[in-house]
């Protein structure tokens, strides 16, 4: 579904991403960990289309993100190429980004009725089965600045899933919650994580949701991947100094 080859990503002298290769096939959950800096919101951000490769290539379900084909010639990606693959993928972020002037419904299926051409009607529908779905069918009417941290990032769940995404990327996504609110929001997504077919992509620095959440564990350092592995093998028997010293720091 993902699929990484040799890509180097550099902010001006900063090489950030180093010949970067890896997979990740249908349906699988994969978390990142690793220290500040080494890169891992950077491959979010690429898979986005937040960003763009410095070199190498990356394929969403079989699709280029930087090139398309017109005819038998590859032609680099444009706007139409992207937002087809973007529509694939949904991310929610640590700082929720809500669109602050809406109300929740609104926030919902905003992108489905503009993107999708989705009926006002149906996309409501879906919005409310969604609210109900991560706890909120009584907040529909509210506007984000209302809720509180666990509740807005719940509508941002709520938001991205409205999209039908086969790819779901999470970003920190506990970070910036009160710490009571944490488990709630972790419950939720091992729920939809378990309970669908959704390909996941997910950066923590909660090392028991990684456990929770993932079939493998891939282990950055310096845009680098150092360690790859199911979740059992790293947290326990990590092969690698640098995941034993990271471990020892975060845990
Ligand atoms: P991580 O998610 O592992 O903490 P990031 O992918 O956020 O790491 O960042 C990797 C490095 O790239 C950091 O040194 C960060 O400062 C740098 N970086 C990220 N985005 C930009 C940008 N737009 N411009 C310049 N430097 C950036």
């Known amino acids: 579904m993902i699929r990484f080859d040799k890509v180097v990503k550099r902010f001006g002298d900063l090489t950030v991403l180093r010949e970067l ?11 990142l960990i ?7 919101t950077t491959i979010l951000r690429l ?39 973007r529509k694939k993928i949904g991310m929610v972020f640590q700082q929720f980004n809500l669109f602050p002037n809406m109300n929740v419904l609104r926030n919902i299926t905003e992108a489905p009725v503009r993107s999708l051409g989705v009926p006002r009607e149906q996309a409501e529908e879906k919005a409310h089965e969604l609210l ?8 529909a009417l509210e506007h984000p600045s209302r809720l509180s941290g666990g509740q807005q990032q719940r509508v941002a769940i709520a938001r991205a899933l409205a999209m039908e995404p086969e790819v779901l990327l999470l970003d920190e996504v506990t970070s910036a919650l009160d710490p009571e609110l944490v488990s709630g929001v972790q ?12 390909t996941l992509l997910c950066v923590t620095h909660e090392m028991r949701f990684a456990k929770d959440i993932s079939h493998r564990v891939l282990m950055f350092d310096q845009g680098r991947i150092v360690e790859d592995g199911p979740p059992e093998q790293i947290f326990s028997e990590p092969t690698h100094q640098r995941t034993r010293e990271f471990l020892q720091a975060v845990l």
Not at 22 to 30: A, D, I, L, Q, T
Not at 34 to 40: E, F, H, I, M, T
Not at 132 to 139: I, T, Y
């Open 47 to 85: 898979l986005m289309t937040l960003e763009r490769v410095t070199s190498g290539t990356i394929d969403v379900d079989g699709q280029c993100l930087s090139h398309t084909k017109r005819g038998d010639r590859l032609v680099p990606a444009d706007e139409r190429h992207l937002r087809r693959i």
């Open 132 to 139: 109900e779905m991560v706890g909120l069918a009584d907040k």
């Open 34 to 40: 690793g220290p500040s800096g080494s890169g891992k």
């Open 187 to 198: 419950d939720l997504l091992r729920d939809i994580a378990h309970r669908g077919d959704l």
């Open 21 to 31: 290769d890896f997979h990740v096939r249908p349906g699988e959950r994969v978390t």
